[in-house]
């Protein structure tokens, strides 16, 4: 348990649903990331939010909609998603610049199977 | 804009033996931060070794320790007397100290030991 839990674990969706992934850290950090991760392919980031603002956005599609309500908690809301959207969705979290050489820490992922 | 390169998609070594997984990157910066990430089969990412790259002496954790070239934008990762629970997948990434939400990571070298 690094102190990033994501929810759920697994999820699959068709292509018409709507669905939300969720992260949560209680580790101070004030730094937030989404990245995807697909076969074969490099990580991407997708969003980052600092103290709840978004900075990074990584142009991602719109059917992607990061919502970040507090420093501790990122969510990722899915809607109208492509079968090439199936990955392994990571978050992770950083503290703020000076504080612990800025190391990021990662959630277990949120595998996603879109039909 | 940084980039971060893995040239070994995929390497061998036999248990108790040492290896080094080669990882170049690209910068204009002189400030910044480098990292190795371990991705294991459960597929939790978690940090192996970091080098700020103001400190000229290498960092080391246990039986991992690196190689930072950093007029030469290399840093290189040595695993000591390889166990069986190193076989994982391993991230080189880079951040900017200056914009610090930013971290990019190369494709990944992934490390098969043999018993």
């Known amino acids: 348990e690094t102190g990033v839990t994501q929810t759920p674990r697994h999820l699959v969706m068709g292509m018409t649903n709507k669905k939300s992934l969720k992260c949560e850290q209680h580790?101070?950090?004030?730094?937030m990331y989404w990245y995807k991760q697909s076969a074969k392919k490099p990580l991407e980031l997708m969003f980052v939010?600092?103290?709840?603002?978004?900075?990074e956005n990584n142009s991602v599609p719109s059917r992607f909609s990061p919502e970040c309500p507090n420093s501790s908690h990122l969510f990722l809301h899915l809607h109208t998603l492509q079968p090439e959207d199936s990955a392994l969705y990571l978050c992770?979290?950083?503290?703020?610049?000076?504080?612990?050489?800025?190391?990021?820490?990662f959630g277990a992922g949120s595998r996603l199977t879109v039909l | 804009a940084q980039t971060v390169t893995q040239s070994q998609p995929e390497m061998s070594v036999q248990e108790a033996e040492t290896v080094t997984l080669s990882c170049t990157y690209d910068?204009?910066?002189?400030?910044?931060?480098l990292f190795w990430y371990k991705q294991p089969p459960s597929r939790q990412m978690i940090l192996v070794i970091r080098?700020?790259?103001?400190?000229?002496q290498n960092a080391t954790e246990n039986r991992f320790s690196v190689n930072f070239q950093k007029a030469a934008k290399s840093f290189s990762l040595k695993i000591s007397d390889s166990q069986l629970g190193d076989a994982a997948m391993y991230f080189c990434?880079?951040?900017?100290?200056?914009?610090?939400?930013?971290?990019?990571f190369g494709k990944g070298t992934r490390l098969h030991i043999l018993p």
């Open positions: 080098q700020e790259a103001y400190k000229q």
């Open positions: 910068t204009s910066e002189s400030d910044y931060y």
């Open positions: 992770a979290s950083s503290p703020p610049p000076g504080a612990g050489a800025n190391v990021l820490t």
């Open positions: 939010y600092n103290f709840k603002e978004q900075t």
């Open positions: 580790l101070g950090h004030n730094a």
């Open positions: 990434a880079y951040r900017s100290y200056i914009k610090d939400d930013k971290i990019i």
